[in-house]
């Protein structure tokens, strides 16, 4: 498949990857009250955004940093099953 953002093409997990590690910066992350985190992910090709919560960890302030890569790959995996769904396997 091919990487919703750049020119990059290859196997799903390639394209996951790649992803968490270059385009992190499409992922938001906030919390809501006392360690609730959301996070949400807009489709690059629709604008069709998904918004879920992620599992807290403690009461630990840290816990956005600590886990961002962790809620990235979450957050991509959502990303990439939708523009399968909606887009095609073939972007
Ligand atoms: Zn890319
Ligand atoms: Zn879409």
Redesign the pocket.
Known sequence: MR?P??E?DGPRDTVHG??VE??GDAVETWTIGSGRMRYRIACPRCGAAHEARVKPRGQDPAFLDTFAKEIRMVAFDMLINHIHAEHGSEI
Do not use: P
């Open positions: 990487c953002y750049c990059l790649h992803l270059t385009h």
